[in-house]
Structure formats: structure tokens, C-alpha cells
């Protein structure tokens, strides 16, 4: 068994054989929640729906990831002596009213999903077709929303602020923490260590391939066949199966950790994947469990003396802090997060997002890694694809469907508090300011600018970097929401002085010329 660490987990008790785990496609982990406590030869349900799949077009190896990991998962169960209830379809609701047909005395027993309002709904459906529903807490994170919830009711701390809630984490999971509860090394954070770009020899840690079989590559073909998709079929390099994430992990630990630390905010144009963990599809599909991940990386810190303290902490922060704050930020602020906008924003998303078709080598340069793999890591999204679309001025709301529908690991929970918040900040929640940037910080954490046909120097003219012209347009725009911000103060007293020389006027020419450019295709 395995379950969340701060906080504690009900036993669900399974052992009326009538009440039956139903595993949905993202809870693929044999030892979690009510499975984990089915004895062997037990009955499990899983439903194979498809209309999901119709309703935009989603990356071919999202589809491929999703489908071929819920069929190894079936069969490895099958082999274990389970009898799963294996339902193909086009709805969940059609499944169900096949399942309870045959079985109409059984309960299910279904982990709550992280999405908004799923498990309502999903008890709707169970009851529309006469059968008997349990939604119990998800066991594949490493906190309960009990334990949240009664630590941000007591704590003097803000507690939608990630620094609290990481340390909060710490504490009560023993993680990287001294025998006295102090963090290992004397800080909690080490994220200034984090922000270094490679030197031009350095060459990235190799990558595990899994060897994928006959089932995964019919998926595949299936899949293209099927759906109306986006992005490549090919490479496809993602694990399907807990023992592929499981060799993922083993080869992170001990070959990508060590390199991870320093370079993590890097961005290079020919290293898509520089020496990230590539961890997230496989955690949010349940193939691995955050745990599993976490403790692996502390034991490889403790043990290999070349795996520095910020390459270790570093994957720590994403994971029990980060992701973990993601999951209780948006059930706290849904459903109103979805479409919050406090900036105002009403510029549709450019085609280029789907394209890959500009000239600025950055934002093209990560659309083409989006589409060759559904992934580009934190960076390459928060601050090109978020920055671009902010100093755009994208609706939220549509940069969040785009990064659904897109990235190999994403889902609305996941989504929605990274791009409508921290990419875009749009609701207020726990940023503080908005994360966006000139061409300079691009410059500094990439080798984009090196072979763009714009010029990173330049604000305005022919040939200047549209994020210049843009960012300085941006704070201008938003003046009145902003400039009271005592985080962009600086910021503002460069607005008033672009003012007072009329540079801002000039930058108001060129952010209207891209605006041509981009309607005519050429930006």
C-alpha cells in the first residue's frame, strides 16, 4: 500500500467482494486506495472513455499515453489474478450502465479525481443508471486535503503562499531535514543555485528509453486513426507501464540527478529534455506515486556523494511542494479559476501556438518541442509560452486549453493554477505579480536569441524582439492594476520614464505593427 504521507488515509475496507475499485486512467497504481486493498482475484472496473478524446485536438501521444497505459495496466492486473471489468466506450455513463447491468449489486469504490466537481458528477452517473457509489480521498498524493485544510485554518501563515506550504511539507514529512527539523544544508530553498546556463561543451546526461511493445505501438496507430489529433506520433518515449516509470526513476536517480540542480532553468535549443526528470506524465498517469519519487531522490542524495544538495531539493520543491500546492490551490479557488481574467485580457490565442510558424526562434523553438513530444519543461512554458501570451494579452482561459490539450502531462487541475495564476495571473490567488519578462531574461536563461531573426537589443524599429516592445506595452496597459504592486515599483518608474521621453509612444507604434504582422501570418 501506499498513500499520502501528511495526513492520513481512511482504510476503505474491500473485503465484501461487491464492493468493487474503480480505477480510472490517471489512478493506474496497483498499491493505491481501494485497489490496493482488493485481494487478489478480486473484481476491478476500468472504463476506456472516448468522448474526452473528441472534444479538441489533443496531442497524439497524450491519447497514445492515456490509452496504452490503461491497457497494460488491465492486463498486468489480469495477470495478477484480477478480474477487471475492462469497458470500452464512447461515455462514462454508457460504461457504468453496462457494468451495473451485469453486476447490479455492486458498490463502486472510486478514488475522488483532482478535477473540479468530478467525483458529483460522477456519483450523478452511477445514480442515473441504478447503481451504488463511494468517492474516497485520492491516495496518490503526498497529502490529504484534510491535512491541508486543517493546517491553513490554524497556521498565523498565508497559507496560499508556496515558501509556507513547502516548509510546512518538510516538517511534517521528515523530507531533507536534520535530526533538530532544521533543513539539510541551512536552507529551505535553494532555488538562487538553480538559475545557471550551460557552458558550451556541456553535454546533457543521457536519457532512459523504454522499449515499448506491439500493444503500445497498435495505440498508437489506433489513436491516429480515431481522433482528430495534433503533434507528432513519433518519438514516442514515454513509460505505459509502472515498470518503465519505475526504470524512469532509477535513471534519473542515478545518472540525471546529479547534472538536474544547476541547469534546471536553462533552456537550449537543441537538449529538449537537459537533465529533467521527465517524471510527470508517469506521476500524474499514478504510475509512479510521489512518494515512490521523492524518497528514491533523498536515499540517492544521502548515498551518492555526487548528487549535490540543490539538484536533490530542487526535484523535492517540484514535488512535494509545487505539485502537491497546485492540487489544494485549485480545489480551493474552482470553479471560479477557470476563467478568472483580472487583467482584462481579450486577444485570441495566436494560430502560431499551433503552428509553430513565427520568427521569434524562442516561441517557435518550444511549440516544435511541444509538438515532436507534448512537452517542453517549466521554463520553456512559464516563461516563453505564458510570457509571450500575457504580454499578448490572451484570454487566460485559452492558453489553459492549450496547454490541456497539448502537453503530455496535463490536466485541468495541473493546468489551471500554472497557466490562469502563475503564468498569466489572473486571479490573484498566490501571485503576487505577473511572470513576465523582456527578451533579456531569455537571452540570459537560453541560446535562443543567438540565431533569431530579431534583435534582443532592440525595442522598437524594424527587426526589434517583439517581447521589448511588448513588455513595456504590457505595463503601460495595465497601469491601474499594477503599478500599486510594491513588487513592480521599479518597473513603473522605467514606465514613467519611457513616458516623459515619448519612447513609450514609439513602443505603442511597434506593438500595433506586430499586431498587423501576426494577422497577416509574418510576426
Not at 74 to 97: K, N, P
Not at 203 to 208: I, K, M, Q
Not at 231 to 241: I, K
Request: net charge negative.
Amino acid at each position: 500500500m501506499v498513500g499520502p504521507v501528511v495526513g492520513t488515509t481512511p482504510d476503505h475496507d474491500m473485503t465484501d467482494e461487491q464492493r468493487v475499485p474503480w480505477v480510472l486512467g490517471t489512478q493506474l497504481h496497483p498499491g493505491a486506495g481501494p485497489l490496493g486493498e482488493t485481494p487478489a482475484g478480486g473484481r476491478v472496473l476500468m472504463i476506456e472513455a472516448h468522448a474526452f478524446a473528441r472534444r479538441r485536438p489533443y496531442h497524439h501521444q497524450k491519447l497514445t499515453l492515456v490509452f496504452a497505459a490503461m491497457r497494460q495496466f488491465r492486463d498486468e492486473l489480469r495477470e495478477q489474478g484480477y478480474d477487471v471489468e475492462y469497458i470500452a466506450t464512447e461515455t462514462f455513463r454508457d460504461g457504468l450502465a453496462r457494468y451495473f447491468e451485469r453486476y447490479p449489486g455492486d458498490t463502486l469504490v472510486m478514488m475522488r479525481s483532482p478535477s473540479y466537481r468530478s467525483g458529483p458528477r460522477m456519483a450523478e452517473l452511477v445514480a442515473d443508471v441504478g447503481g451504488d457509489l463511494a468517492v474516497v480521498e485520492n491516495g496518490l498524493f503526498a497529502s490529504t486535503r484534510r491535512a491541508f485544510d486543517e493546517w491553513a485554518n490554524r497556521t498565523d501563515l498565508q497559507p496560499f503562499t508556496h515558501e509556507n506550504f513547502y516548509r510546512w511539507m518538510r516538517r511534517e514529512s521528515g523530507v531533507l531535514l536534520t535530526d533538530e527539523g532544521t533543513p539539510v544544508g541551512g536552507e529551505w530553498n535553494l532555488d538562487d543555485e538553480n538559475q545557471e546556463f550551460p557552458p558550451a561543451d556541456w553535454e546533457p546526461p543521457d536519457r532512459y528509453v523504454p522499449d515499448h511493445d506491439d500493444l503500445t505501438a497498435d495505440v498508437s496507430d489506433w489513436v491516429g486513426a480515431e481522433f482528430d489529433t495534433w503533434g507528432q506520433q513519433e518519438p514516442f518515449e514515454w513509460p505505459v507501464t509502472r515498470s518503465q516509470a519505475q526504470s524512469m526513476l532509477d535513471h534519473f536517480c542515478t545518472t540525471r540527478l546529479p547534472e538536474f540542480g544547476p541547469y534546471q532553468d536553462a533552456m537550449r535549443s537543441e537538449e529538449w529534455a537537459m537533465a529533467h526528470a521527465l517524471l510527470s506524465p508517469s506521476i500524474n498517469l499514478g504510475l509512479l506515486h510521489p512518494w515512490e519519487a521523492i524518497t528514491a531522490i533523498e536515499e540517492t542524495f544521502e548515498s551518492d556523494p555526487d548528487v549535490p544538495l540543490n539538484s536533490a531539493e530542487g526535484v523535492v520543491r517540484q514535488l512535494l511542494g509545487w505539485r502537491e500546492f497546485m492540487r489544494h490551490v485549485y480545489r480551493h479557488s474552482m470553479p471560479e479559476l477557470a476563467t478568472a481574467n483580472q487583467l482584462g485580457a481579450t486577444q485570441d490565442l495566436p494560430d502560431f501556438y499551433w503552428s509553430g510558424d513565427t520568427e521569434m526562434a524562442c516561441v517557435s523553438g518550444c511549440v516544435d518541442d511541444v509538438r515532436a513530444r507534448g512537452y517542453a519543461h517549466h521554463i520553456q512554458r512559464l516563461m516563453v509560452l505564458a510570457n509571450f501570451a500575457t504580454l499578448w494579452g490572451v484570454e487566460p482561459e485559452q492558453l489553459n486549453e492549450w496547454f490541456h490539450a497539448t502537453y503530455v502531462d496535463a490536466y485541468h487541475w495541473v493546468t489551471t493554477p500554472n497557466v490562469i495564476e502563475m503564468g498569466q495571473y489572473g486571479h490573484g490567488v498566490f501571485a503576487t505579480k505577473p511572470y513576465v519578462s523582456s527578451a533579456n531574461y531569455i537571452d540570459r536563461m537560453s541560446d535562443y536569441c543567438g540565431d533569431c531573426k530579431y534583435y534582443k537589443t532592440k525595442t522598437t524599429g524594424e527587426g526589434a524582439c517583439p517581447f521589448n516592445a511588448l513588455y513595456w506595452d504590457f505595463l503601460a496597459r495595465n497601469e491601474d492594476q499594477l503599478r500599486s504592486n510594491h513588487r513592480m515599483g521599479l518597473m513603473y518608474s522605467h514606465v514613467d520614464n519611457k513616458r516623459e521621453s515619448g519612447d513609450l509612444e514609439a513602443i505603442r507604434e511597434r506593438v500595433a505593427d506586430l499586431r498587423e504582422l501576426a494577422a497577416d501570418g509574418e510576426l
